[in-house]
């Protein structure tokens, strides 16, 4: 149980550059089982996954993040997961979505780092107003009931993460009482 804990206290979120390293395609199918095993709201199922490694795939998406960021992300990395999501309503017509997604993306974030990669949630660049989670969902081929709502590089960091500073345990968790 340590070694879970380990990893989830040296995950840092990594923006930089990546090691040209192929990332095998069972460690991309481990990552990928489980984000899919993480909860989901009324068990609809609402993420599903594609992982890209193929060169001429990966370099079509890379092309669309350059020519479409303000900032360069995902440029190096040799591989990386894109997450779709599907609007399906539940309980009392609530969709769980942004909620299903969310807990996939954490569990792949936690196995990249187990497996010895690093990596970087990119969400608002894929669902802002300008349309870049679309564009790389078409060059998938994914169909229009899918968003595409994150990309994740994975791959070996070239450079060292470095940790940000995190608000003392005191300040944003109690018990029994807010603030007690």
Not at 61 to 66: F, G, M, P, Y
Not at 128 to 140: F, Q, T, Y
Request: aromatic letters at 8%; one cysteine or more; charged letters at 20%.
């Amino acid at each position: 149980m340590s070694d879970l804990f380990e990893v989830i206290g040296s995950r840092i979120s990594y923006r930089g550059e990546y090691k040209p390293e192929a990332v095998p395609e069972e460690h991309l199918r481990a990552i990928m089982e489980a984000g899919l095993a993480a909860p989901s709201g009324c068990n609809q199922q609402t993420t599903s996954l594609i992982a890209v490694n193929d060169r001429q795939v990966l370099d079509k998406v890379q092309s669309c993040l350059r020519e479409n960021l303000k900032r360069p992300i995902c440029q190096s990395a040799p591989a990386v997961i894109c997450v779709l999501s599907q609007d399906i309503k539940s309980y009392h017509g609530m969709s769980f979505s942004k909620q299903d997604y969310a807990a996939a993306i954490q569990n792949m974030l936690l196995a990249i780092k187990a497996l010895g990669y690093d990596s970087c949630w990119f969400e608002g660049y894929m669902t802002d107003e300008s349309g870049n989670g679309r564009k790389i969902a078409d060059i998938l081929g994914v169909p229009a009931e899918y968003d595409l709502v994150c990309i994740l590089p994975v791959g070996i960091a070239a450079d060292t993460a470095k940790p940000v500073d995190k608000k003392a345990f005191s300040e944003r968790a109690w018990f029994n009482s807010f603030g007690g």
